[in-house]
Structure formats: structure tokens, C-alpha cells
């Protein structure tokens, strides 16, 4: 297959990361573009990788005919309006989570991409961590029977620039992971509604401003199952993404925080190494998740998560929202 042409919009951490596996990890694609306002940020990465087209104006780079398909690695606020402008450019297109922010900015993306007939898929990279691929086959085939109890968990290693951290980001960027993990291990019903607890409790100082760093969610899904999904921003030993579901014929329990199979014995204990980044744990599910995109773009396939998927998680959020400012349970609009 000829290779897909990548452009990339943001050139951040993680379109530093997606744009160096465009350039150099897959067979099947090739970045040919970098696009950031913040420039120097473009040309370093375009350095690095050897990429000749910097934009400043990421509305260049979509109008450049050479590129076929774009990532979104920009900052959660700017997504749905990439998705737009890039489906209007009639490019495939990676968009990192979340897609949007507002139901309403979801309903246009999906919109968009419908009537541009392009590709969309989204950054919920835990559905290409192995444990978890394999436990969504599993439930689908029905080898633990109807999920009754369902977890999921993120906890970051470090919180930097706390101050920096816009309001709600617990919900709409990190707990989205897990909000998503559910729905997808839960397949055959929908989000019905939540209970959000919340807190500062690495950063009591910023609460006022409004840093979230700590909650818990239970979620009620449409069959009955009840879910939890957690999320802290200082996991001191290291970064932490786990599940497990609990059905009628068994369990099944996912995520491994070991970075190898390596076992220390000293006079100290028994021990073995953490990931300090989720590009390292979970290296492979990046990677994987990027390949698939550019298939689907090159045989013009439809990718999961899609768009839909974006939506149902997002409306999860922003349930999780409206509960931590009532107190009380608030239901899932979808
Ligand atoms: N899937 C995951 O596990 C995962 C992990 C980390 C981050 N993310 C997501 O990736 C996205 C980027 O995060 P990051 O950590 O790389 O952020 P970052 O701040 O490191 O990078 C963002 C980049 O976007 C550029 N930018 C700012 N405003 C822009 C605009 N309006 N249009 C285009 N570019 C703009 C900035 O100059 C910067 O280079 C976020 O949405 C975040 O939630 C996903």
C-alpha cells in the first residue's frame, strides 16, 4: 500500500509522540506536515524527523493538497473546531480525546465528518492496550456472562503546572479515558446516571481556583450494571490504568503497571519498575491505535472510537459535572 500522508496539528508532548510514529514507527504512513501557532514547537519536531513543511497557521496546513489525513494533538478546548475544518477540507482525521467539550460542539464535529464523509478516530488509546482488546472481545463473546460490576481507573504520576489546569479537566480529559473503557466493556447498554465525588486533595490550595485532582464516579448503565471509575493526579509510584469487570460467568481483570517482567530481590525487598509516562506503559497502544488510523484512511474504512463513541463518553463528563455541582445524581443526556 502507498503510505498515508500525515499532517500534524499541535506539536506538543503528544503530537510530539503521534508525530514520530507517523514519521518513523508504521509502514503505512509518513508525516509530510507540521502545523503549530507556537512555532518554534513545529520546527523543532520538524527538525528532528526530517519534515520539510512547517505551518504556522494550522489552515495551511489543511489546504496543502499533499496531505491526506491529520492528528489533532492540540488543547482539548480547540478539538471540535480542528475535526470541523479538517472534514471540510474533506482530510482523514485522529483526533486526541476529547473530541469536544459541549454536547453541542460534539453534535457539529459528528456532523461535519457525516456530511464530509471522511474518517474519524479518536485518542482513546486504552482500547488498543492488549488486556483491554482482548477483554472487549471476550465480553462480546459472552465468556463472563452480563456485566454486573464494572471499574476503571487512571492515576497520572505527578502533578506539574497545577495552576494551569482549566477547570473540570478531571472529567473532560483524564476520567474521559475511563469513561470511554466503560461504555466499551459494557457494550450492550447505555450510561443512565452518575454520582461524582471530587476534590483537591494534592493541591488544597488550588481548590478554590478550581483544581479538581482526586475523584471517584458511579456510573448506572441501562442493563443494570453499576461502574466506578476513578482518577488522582500523583500516583507516587507511578502511572497506574486498570479495569476489571465483574459479569454473571466470571471476572476478568486488566492493566499492568510493571514496565517489564523483570523482578528485583534485594536486601531492601522484592521489587520492579513503574512508567513515569503513559507513553511509556502503554507505548504499544499508541502506536497501535496509529496504525489502524491509517489503514482505515487508506482502505477507506470506517475506525472505532468513533465520534459516536466520543459523544457517549463526553456526556458522561459532563453528568459527572453538573453531579459535583448539585451534590446530587445527575442522569446521563446522550
Ligand atoms: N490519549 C492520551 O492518553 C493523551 C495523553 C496526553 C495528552 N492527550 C491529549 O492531547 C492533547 C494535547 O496535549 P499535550 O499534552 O500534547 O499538550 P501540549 O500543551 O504539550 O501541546 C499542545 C500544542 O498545541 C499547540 N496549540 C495551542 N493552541 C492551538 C490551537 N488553537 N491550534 C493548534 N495548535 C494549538 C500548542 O502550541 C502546543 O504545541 C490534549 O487534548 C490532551 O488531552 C492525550
New binding site residues.
Given amino acids: 500500500m502507498t503510505k498515508v500522508k500525515i499532517g500534524l496539528?499541535?506539536?506538543?508532548?503528544?503530537?510530539?509522540f503521534h508525530g514520530t510514529t507517523a514519521a518513523k514507527r508504521l509502514d503505512n504512513a509518513e508525516l509530510v506536515a507540521i502545523?503549530?501557532?507556537?512555532k518554534p514547537?513545529?520546527e523543532r519536531l520538524a527538525n528532528e524527523l526530517g519534515v520539510s513543511k512547517v505551518y504556522e497557521n494550522?489552515k495551511d496546513l489543511l489546504a496543502d493538497e499533499e496531505v491526506e489525513a491529520v492528528i489533532i494533538?492540540?488543547?482539548?478546548r480547540?478539538?471540535s473546531s480542528?475535526v470541523i475544518a479538517a472534514a471540510e477540507a474533506g482530510k482523514g482525521i485522529f483526533c486526541?480525546?476529547?473530541m469536544a467539550v459541549t454536547a453541542q460542539e460534539a453534535e457539529d464535529a459528528i456532523a461535519a465528518v457525516a456530511k464530509a464523509g471522511v474518517q474519524l478516530q479518536i485518542?482513546?488509546?486504552r482500547r488498543f492496550v492488549d488486556d483491554f482488546t482482548q477483554a472487549g472481545k471476550e465480553i462480546r463473546e459472552n465468556r463472563i456472562g452480563e456485566p454486573q460490576l464494572l471499574r476503571s481507573l487512571t492515576r497520572d504520576p505527578g502533578l506539574n503546572n497545577a495552576e494551569k489546569i482549566p477547570e473540570w479537566t478531571i472529567f473532560l480529559?483524564t476520567l474521559i479515558?475511563d469513561f470511554d473503557t466503560l461504555n466499551f466493556l459494557n457494550p450492550n447498554a447505555d450510561p443512565v446516571s452518575v454520582y461524582a465525588s471530587a476534590d483537591a486533595l494534592i493541591r488544597p490550595d488550588l481548590k478554590d481556583n478550581g483544581l479538581l485532582d482526586t475523584a471517584v464516579v458511579t456510573i448506572k448503565y441501562s442493563n443494570g450494571a453499576i461502574a466506578t471509575a476513578e482518577a488522582n493526579f500523583q500516583a507516587v509510584y507511578g502511572y497506574d490504568v486498570r479495569g476489571e469487570v465483574f459479569g454473571t460467568e466470571g471476572m476478568l481483570s486488566l492493566g499492568n503497571i510493571r514496565m517489564n517482567s523483570m523482578v528485583r530481590y534485594t536486601k531492601d525487598g522484592i521489587s520492579h519498575d513503574t512508567s513515569r509516562q503513559?507513553?511509556d506503559l502503554?507505548f504499544n497502544a499508541?502506536v497501535t491505535e496509529m496504525n489502524q488510523f491509517a489503514n482505515c484512511v487508506r482502505y477507506d474504512t470506517t475506525p472505532t472510537p468513533s465520534g459516536n463513541d466520543a459523544k457517549k463518553a463526553l456526556a458522561i463528563a459532563l453528568a459527572c459535572i453538573e453531579s459535583v455541582k448539585t451534590g446530587a445524581v445527575a442522569p446521563v443526556i446522550l
Avoid: Q, V
Fill in positions: 496539528i499541535g506539536a506538543g508532548r503528544m503530537g510530539s502545523a503549530d501557532p507556537f514547537n513545529a494550522p494533538a492540540t488543547p482539548a480547540t478539538h480542528w486526541e480525546k476529547p485518542g482513546f488509546n480529559e479515558h503513559d507513553t502503554l499508541y
